[in-house]
């Protein structure tokens, strides 16, 4: 069963990711994004993880672009720059809208997530964004993902990550489905991208005189599974950086498998 993937690229060729570079005293900083009004768009057919993680790993080397979960509203010209809109804003009508059907895709947005002690983002990145899905309910586990560290992950000496973890669903999901349910399983992500118009921001962050901090930023990782049931009640308690996940989560790694 095929799902889309909404890409919006800007005019101009101004960046849709951060910039990171050196402070008057050394540091590593970031520069916001300087988002714009008017973007092209096109529509990516998905069908399963292997798709998804192909998409994303061009996206990633595509600082202009970024993803939406909304499908064009009806009426849109779909030949001429578009803005993001969810609402109308004066004369100009809203341009995107939740898909009505939902969509089979979800992104899981970390954002600074105390690291498990053990953990090595820097020589096994790959393991390191395995352990967040250990903060999902269980119908996660054991599921192929593409992880992705964000902008900010690592600037801060590792004691948190913050990451993108990609997954295919099962069945076609809404947007209210999706806000609802990460609302009942209290977990620690960003709900906001559960949203017609919110970037899911795919890009890997521009370099200003500084190296990736970050040896390999995304991969795809294979699991037990390809995608998640669509049952998203969670079941028991939600996991924490308690030591018993914190073994439970060294016990998984040791069958992930990368793919390179």
């Known amino acids: 069963m095929k799902t889309m993937l909404t890409v919006l ?8 990711t951060k910039t990171l570079c050196r402070g008057a005293d050394g540091t590593v900083i970031k520069a916001p994004a300087a988002m714009c009004r008017l973007f092209d768009f096109r529509r990516e057919p998905i069908e399963d993880i292997s798709d998804l993680a192909c998409v994303l790993e061009q996206l990633a080397a595509d600082p202009c672009s970024f993803v939406i979960r909304g499908e064009p509203c009806p009426g849109i010209d779909l030949r001429r720059p578009v803005r993001r809109l969810k609402y109308a804003d004066g004369d100009s009508p809203p341009t995107f809208r939740s898909s009505v ?11 600074k997530v105390p690291r498990i002690a053990g953990v090595d983002p820097i020589h096994d990145p790959e393991s390191a964004l395995s352990t967040l899905t250990w903060l999902l309910p269980a119908e996660f586990h054991g599921v192929s993902f593409w992880g992705q560290f964000s902008s900010s ?25 999706l806000n609802a349910w990460a609302a009942n399983a209290d977990i620690p992500i960003d709900r906001r991208l559960f949203n017609a118009v919110q970037p899911h921001y795919t890009a890997a962050p521009i370099l200003d005189g500084i190296d990736d901090p970050i040896r390999r930023r995304c991969c795809l990782v294979e699991g037990a599974f390809d995608d998640v049931p669509l049952d998203f009640k969670p079941s ?6 308690a030591p018993a996940a914190q073994r439970a989560a060294s016990k998984a790694m040791e069958n992930v498998v990368v793919a390179r």
């Open 101 to 111: 059907h939902g969509e089979r895709w979800i992104c899981c947005d970390f954002d």
């Open 9 to 16: 690229t800007t005019l101009g060729g101004r960046a849709a």
């Open 153 to 177: 992950a690592g600037l801060d000496g590792w004691r948190t990550m913050s990451a993108h973890l990609w997954f295919m669903l099962s069945d076609p999901v809404t947007d209210d489905d």
């Open 236 to 241: 028991g308690p939600t996991r924490t950086c």
